[in-house]
């Protein structure tokens, strides 16, 4: 036993003194000063740990000033730990002076109190003392950072988490260790306790080394947990996020969790900082000017301010090239290749996310453009038509005086052309209702039989003899809560389709049902027909279907658009069943009144 436990002193005390090396060569690397700290704090514990090994090979040369340098040298890494948490936790002033002060009382009653060598040696009541208060001062320099650290992890992304956790375990054992050394009295000295104490020395190592530079492969486990949200979160970026500034406030969000790091923002291609995190718009300005312009994604060092080296990744926009730059903090890990390929791929998602959120806003304001123009255009038109149509009403009643035969056999055709274009214009006036929101329905009971006929006076002028309309009635009145001019011109729209796409003539039926509370009218031609593939165009806006057999044909794409919008509003709806050659219906549904 006593073999091994000399093995793991030896281990311990050289684990220490390759980590004091390792935290002094990072800190030489990056030349950062929280890094600094860190390595001071781990240097000195790795000094004190090689007197104290120097201590026992030699058999104690240097006596009780051996002892009081360890004693010092050891407090001192307590207040190093201390100003590693206020470089990026910042400490009062009076934190530091009470800190240095208790600090400072306890090295000087260690050197007063003349502690014997042996460790088996009795104390005085006033050497316990003395004990304790060394204790305590270096348990609060350390015990005060690792709560922080600890609390801090709570809410810091994945890897930071990890880091922290990791430095607060390690120095807990260490901290653990002193408890019982100080206080475990001669079961301190037992030899399986002596093992543990060792054995938990040794595991704080890699703890500590994880914390300041944890290799790709352990950054990478730390961010599996987060690996299915950051999935979900990309598919929100790239299909529901409504702007470019939204979409970059998530875009920025979980940059920074990819990596663990502090602050990023990123910038479009005209230098518009489109969202920051963890620094304000102006300051990423600054830094992008100063940054410039990179061809592919690279750590950047920037040596001479508190923020040490940044990922700029380019984003390749189609107006033009913007970037996502993340920042390293006090406590971010190294950037290495690991983060920087990772925030590339995602940068790629970036720049989708970006193109879409601006064609989804061009988009918006060219519906927004057609909708003003559908507004403006079918109120100056509304005038015109209204005072032609009120001259053909009293030209063909014969106020205008007499009306050659030529004039009159022509007038049916003017009268009606003149109807088409109104009502061209009122589905104009009323799909830019619909898209301001201001249409309102004004439901009265109503016959649904009655509103078929009054549709098919409007249509007769254009059925002609070829196009007989046949109307399928039944006895029963169909009862209905509906805004009946609004669903006359449904049932208009759906007649007049019926006619114009059936060029080669046959009849068109009209005929009605009930179903589970709703009324059902349905209109059937024996017309040109539609491609199963175009059924989805077919209710959209402006969606006309142009084929070679119906090209000839006019229209603006409104109609059938409307129809449904306005059964919709009523609570119904508009379905087709259609095969190319062989006609199409159209059902109409709208909820059947209450007795």
Known sequence: MSGLLLFLQYAVNLAFVILGLLTLRDWLVHRERSRGYLALAIGLLAITALIGQVQTFFGNPFGEAGTDVVALVFLASAYAMLLFRSSFIPLSRRGHLLALGGLALAGALFIGANLPQRPEA?????????????????????????????????????????????????????????????????????????????????????????????????????REPEESAFAAAVKELLLFSPTRERLAERAVEWALRLVGADAAFIADADGEVLAARGMDAGAARRLQARLGAFGEEQVVPIPDGPIQSAIVVPLTLADGNGALVVLSGPFTPIFGTDEVTRLGQYGTNITAGLDRAVLTERIAALERTKTEFLNLASHELRGPITVLRGYLSMLGGGMLGGVSPELREVLPVLTAKSDEMNSLIEQMIEAARLEEGRLELSPVRADLRDIALRALETVKPFATSSHPVLFEGQEKEIPVLVDRRRIETVVSN??????????????????????????????????VGIDPKSMEKLFTRFGRIVTPSTRHISGTGLGLYLSRELARRHGGDITAESAPGKGSTFVLTVPVADE
């Open 122 to 222: 009795q104390l005085s009541v006033f050497q316990q003392a003395v004990v304790i208060v060394f204790v305590l001062a270096w348990a609060a320099c350390v015990g005060e950072p690792l709560f922080r650290f600890l609390q801090a992890s709570q809410s810091r992304p994945a890897v930071q988490r990890a880091r922290l956790r990791s430095l607060a375990a390690g120095y807990l054992s260490i901290f653990l260790i002193l408890l019982v050394a100080a206080f475990g009295g001669s079961l301190a000295t037992h030899p399986y306790v002596v093992l543990a104490i060792d054995l938990a020395a040794l595991a704080s190592v890699p703890l500590i080394y994880a914390s300041f530079a944890p290799p790709s492969w352990l950054r990478r486990l730390w």
């Open 494 to 527: 759906l007649l007049s389709n019926a006619i114009k796409y059936s060029p080669d003539g046959g009849e068109v039926r009209i005929s009605f049902g009930q179903d589970n509370g709703f009324a059902l009218l349905k209109v059937t031609d024996r017309g």
